[in-house]
Nanobody, 125 residues
Framework: QVQLVESGGGLVQAGGSLRLSCAASGRTFSSRLMGWFRQAPGKEREFVATITSTGVNTAYADSVKGRFTISRDNAKNTVYLQMNSLKPEDTAVYYC??????????????????WGQGTQVTVSS
């Protein structure tokens, strides 16, 4: 069982930055694929970024590539999403998710077993 708690969301102006954190409980965090997803009002939840257990491999949605960076600290059981050059279209609830043990990167939501409650990110123009 893995429990995930996101933090770091808020209101920011376009062009600004935020860093989201996701604290995980459980002994398997360091072995798990981790991902960030988001859901904007009236839209389906979509993939943002993912990182393998060792942090060596990452993948990003085209819409955030070059602006967002996913990272993890296995000693702290935490995964991060650094978001720079934010745009109004980045406004959404951001979710952290835990995937399989030693899994490769994937954007498929059905490959992630555990989900956090989400944190709101609002970017004003």
């Amino acid at each position: 069982q893995v429990q995930l708690v996101e933090s770091g969301g808020g209101l920011v102006q376009a062009g600004g930055s935020l860093r989201l954190s996701c604290a995980a409980s459980g002994r398997t965090f360091s072995s798990r694929l981790m991902g960030w997803f988001r859901q904007a009002p009236g839209k389906e939840r979509e993939f943002v970024a993912t990182i393998t257990s060792t942090g060596v491999n990452t993948a990003y949605a085209d819409s955030v590539k070059g602006r967002f960076t996913i990272s993890r600290d296995n000693a702290k059981n935490t995964v991060y999403l650094q978001m720079n050059s934010l745009k109004p279209e980045d406004t959404a609830v951001y979710y952290c998710a835990a995937g399989g043990v030693f899994s490769t990167v994937t954007s498929r939501q059905d490959m992630y077993t555990y989900w956090g409650q989400g944190t709101q990110v609002t970017v004003s123009s």
